[in-house]
């Protein structure tokens, strides 16, 4: 099928919009390139670009419809056919996304972007070994791809090959001395000290580049981890707030209407549950409910290196489940949990163990640490009567003020200020109180510090409450090979059990805002 041809003013819009999706303006491109498929609905440029436009503002659904009428009219175009899969795949069509992603190096096998592109899904789809084929294969045509390298960086990490992530983030920076997910990156690592030289380079880069606010924002928790490993803490602590106060300015968030969801969740579940149909139904699912930063992923790397339990990461399954219902019903969770019967839980249930057969392949259980878990206690023991579940919790003073020095790859928008911190973390000692008097035998309460302290006490305990026996491997869970998705904590969990890694000491003084609005 050929294009149809464009007037004159319409290849002038089109030549417009290309240049503004190349400077990153898709609120330009936009206008011109409705106008010119309003004159030609059916030129496959425009409806490329306009898929462009699209994905860069972060509808991706819309971008795939877009991106598919180009390819019908250029099957075998590998710059839409790889636009068209990352499209897809951000849109949840991972398998179709994957036959254009795969079709586009086919056609330009020397075109590194496309294995870029490639590479980056299949990381995504934890398809690990395929994902740093895919991008060594890009970095091989290209040896300066940034984006590339810093991808399979972070494969390294969550591999715990930790060295040879630092090579490579060392590597972009070398090739890019001002780029900000290299130097973010590497200070996440938290395991790896940055240097006088560091700091002094991320202050010049942020003293003297003109930057995206995304960017400076990178840059500046990299230079509170640089100025910290040099002890100068108030400089550290400075650098530090600047970057969470322009961090707050770009994201939403209600401290009050996050309270008033906590306290409708409290209301809720005041009433009775419905006596359940299968009191066993989950009992192959612990589920870890914490705070970020409040110890879970050690938790669950030691669980994980107990034969019998699989470590599932940061799933969304529950969320999606809770979600689909909430759409069903047209009402937000929790408002409809009063109309469900003992058979829509068990419902619930099932769709959730349908959803995660894949992690009981191998070991018959297996952990879920969804960062919202400690909301939904109510909801599991409703849908998954027989499943175990861990409160794990830390101080608040270190919980808080670790989540303040975590720059969140998403979510989290509680964390950029004192205050709302305060506020969620007293939110979360409520609901976790309240299902503790609820549920006291369903829940274990679990300290970080009393972890660290006395490692083997609470790891047998751990376990006798599941009802598994004792295995040695779980005290030295550093050992343990396996995926870390959580990259915030990811290099952390490959080091031994360590009870000093407390560091609201040395900030006491600026942390008086989180102290005074803490619930003691």
């Known amino acids: 099928m050929s294009s149809p041809s464009l007037s004159s003013a319409a290849q002038q819009w089109l030549s417009e919009a290309g240049k503004a999706l190349s400077q990153g303006r898709a609120d330009l491109a936009e206008p011109a390139l409705k106008r010119v498929l309003a004159e030609a609905p059916g030129f496959a440029s425009a409806q490329f670009l306009y898929g462009i436009a699209c994905q860069m503002r972060g509808d991706s659904k819309t971008a795939a419809e877009y991106m598919r009428k180009a390819a019908q009219q250029r099957p075998d175009?590998?710059?839409?056919?790889?636009?068209?899969?990352?499209?897809?795949?951000?849109?949840?069509?991972?398998?179709?996304?994957?036959?254009?992603?795969?079709?586009?190096?086919?056609?330009?096998?020397?075109?590194?972007s496309n294995w870029y592109n490639l590479g980056k899904a299949l990381k995504l789809h934890r398809q690990l070994d395929e994902a740093a084929d895919a991008l060594q294969q890009a970095?091989?045509?290209?040896?300066?791809?940034?984006?590339?390298?810093?991808?399979?960086?972070?494969?390294?990490?969550?591999?715990?090959?930790?060295?040879?992530?630092?090579?490579?983030?060392?590597?972009?920076?070398?090739?890019r001395p001002d780029h900000a997910l290299a130097w973010h990156s590497l200070a996440n690592l938290k395991t790896e000290p940055l240097t006088p030289a560091d700091a002094r380079q991320i202050q010049h880069i942020l003293q003297t580049r003109q930057l995206a606010p995304d960017d400076r924002v990178s840059l500046g928790f990299s230079l509170y981890k640089a100025l910290e490993d040099q002890h100068?803490?108030?400089?550290?602590?400075?650098?530090?707030?600047?970057?969470?106060?322009?961090?707050?300015?770009?994201?939403?968030?209600?401290?009050a209407e996050a309270h008033a969801h906590n306290e409708a969740i409290i209301e809720t579940f005041r009433r009775p549950l419905p006596?359940?149909?299968?009191?066993?139904?989950?009992?192959?699912v612990i589920f870890i409910a914490s705070l970020p930063r409040s110890g879970s992923t050690l938790v669950e790397h030691i669980l994980a290196s107990h034969p019998q339990i699989e470590g599932a990461n940061e799933i969304q399954d529950l969320s999606q489940v809770l979600d689909e219902e909430s759409k069903r019903r047209g009402k937000d969770f929790p408002h409809w949990v009063v109309e469900a019967t003992p058979e829509d839980w068990t419902r619930l249930g099932k769709s959730y163990l349908d959803c995660t057969a894949h992690w009981r392949t191998k070991r018959p259980y297996f952990t879920d640490k969804g960062l919202q878990n400690w909301q939904w206690v109510g909801?599991?023991?409703?849908?998954?009567?027989?499943?175990?579940?861990?409160?794990?919790?830390?101080?608040?003073?270190?919980t808080c003020f670790a989540c303040y020095r975590q720059l969140f790859s998403e979510g989290?928008?509680?964390?950029?200020?004192?205050?709302?911190?305060?506020?969620?973390?007293?939110?979360?000692?409520?609901?976790?109180?309240?299902?503790?008097?609820?549920?006291?035998?369903?829940?274990?309460?679990?300290?970080?510090?009393?972890?660290?302290q006395e490692p083997e006490v609470q790891i047998r305990r751990l376990l006798s409450f599941f009802q598994l026996p004792f295995d040695a491997a779980c005290l030295s869970p550093h050992q343990t090979q396996r995926d870390v998705h959580s990259t915030a904590s990811a290099a952390q969990v490959r080091q031994p059990i360590r009870g000093d890694t407390a560091r609201s000491p040395h900030y006491r003084h600026f942390l008086a805002p989180l102290i005074q609005h803490l619930d003691h």
């Not at 006596?275 to 192959?284: F, K, Q, R, S, Y």
Request: aromatic share 10%.
């Open 379 to 398: 909801a599991i023991r409703a849908m998954l009567p027989g499943a175990k579940i861990i409160n794990c919790h830390r101080d608040p003073v270190e």
């Open 77 to 112: 175009d590998p710059n839409i056919l790889t636009n068209l899969g990352g499209a897809l795949y951000d849109s949840g069509a991972a398998e179709e996304a994957f036959t254009h992603l795969h079709r586009a190096t086919q056609l330009a096998p020397t075109q590194a």
């Open 412 to 452: 989290a928008y509680f964390s950029y200020d004192l205050k709302d911190l305060a506020s969620y973390y007293n939110d979360y000692q409520k609901l976790s109180d309240y299902w503790q008097e609820r549920y006291a035998d369903k829940v274990l309460e679990l300290a970080y510090e009393k972890l660290v």
């Open 139 to 175: 970095l091989g045509l290209d040896d300066g791809h940034v984006s590339a390298r810093t991808t399979l960086a972070d494969i390294f990490t969550i591999r715990g090959d930790i060295p040879a992530a630092i090579a490579q983030y060392r590597k972009v920076l070398t090739l």
């Open 232 to 255: 100068q803490y108030s400089d550290a602590f400075q650098a530090l707030r600047a970057a969470n106060a322009l961090k707050r300015q770009l994201v939403q968030w209600n401290a």
């Open 275 to 284: 006596a359940p149909l299968d009191p066993n139904l989950g009992n192959e």
